[in-house]
């Protein structure tokens, strides 16, 4: 069972409509796929429907961004109702931040020196809702000025660096409550990627994720080594959690696995898609 319930279109930082993100996704040979793009189910219509024509299992998803004390964590909600309206209405709450942060993070790299990333930004944002810090740095690289997306996080993007702002995004809780209204199951992403947490720290993560009723964390993501795969693999295990495969996929040119090409999950771990319709 080739599963992948962890992919952005363009609607978000993907760099594929829906459509041929599935029909890519069906290339590679994807039996179960979801679709979860940041904050946003706009594409989940079309890429159902593309699915439907290929007779590719498919499932409604999403990933919210949300603030954990000071760190940002993602949750993703698989299965989700795409209507349902409290889901669709925190969900246009906390996309409606991100037009601010961009003028943030615009302002704050004009000071470093690059001027006009707003502009750039928003060009290649095809969803104007959805403007992320992808769409600043595949600007800066198509300007000649950087070489690659993961050089413009390093330098100028991620926490720390010049063109870093602070924001807040969801509560926890209320990602994990939208995701539960809406019929969905909710999913720690990548967890290797929340360095700043110390070891303690992701342990209260899951406490507070589990204690909301969140039941599931990916084990096998696109970012984790084989060694952080294992790591999570013992905390599926240790907690009781379903376990996810997610390549994050956003790009051929720009991420580490292609969709539907991440590593198998560990057998004996109980797979979140044994709970998807
Ligand atoms: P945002 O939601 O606007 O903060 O953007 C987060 C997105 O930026 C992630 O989902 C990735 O697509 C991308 N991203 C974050 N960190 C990196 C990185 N180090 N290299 C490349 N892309 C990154
Ligand atoms: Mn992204
Ligand atoms: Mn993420
Ligand atoms: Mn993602």
Known sequence: MNADLHCHSSVSDGCLDPAALVRRARDNGVDLLALTDHDELGGVAEAAAEAALLGMRFVAGVEISVTYGDETVHIVGLGVDPD????????????????????????????????GTLAGARRLARNPAMIGRAHFARHLVACGLMPDVRTVFEHYLARGKPGFV??????????????????????????????????????????????????????????????EMLRFASLARRRGLLASRASDFHSADESLVDVGRCRPLPPDLVPVWSRLP
């Open 84 to 115: 349902d309206p409290l889901l669709c209405a925190g969900l246009a709450r906390v996309r409606e931040g991100r037009e601010g942060r961009a003028e943030r993070i615009a302002a704050e790299l004009e000071r470093a020196g690059l001027r």
């Open 166 to 227: 602070s924001h807040r995004w969801a509560e926890l809780a209320e990602a994990v409550g939208w995701i539960h209204g809406a019929g969905g199951i909710a999913v720690v992403a990548h967890p290797a990627r929340y360095h700043r947490l110390p070891a303690a720290a992701l342990e209260k993560l899951f406490d507070d994720f589990t204690a909301v009723g969140g039941e599931g964390v990916e084990v096998v993501a696109g970012s984790h080594t084989p060694d």
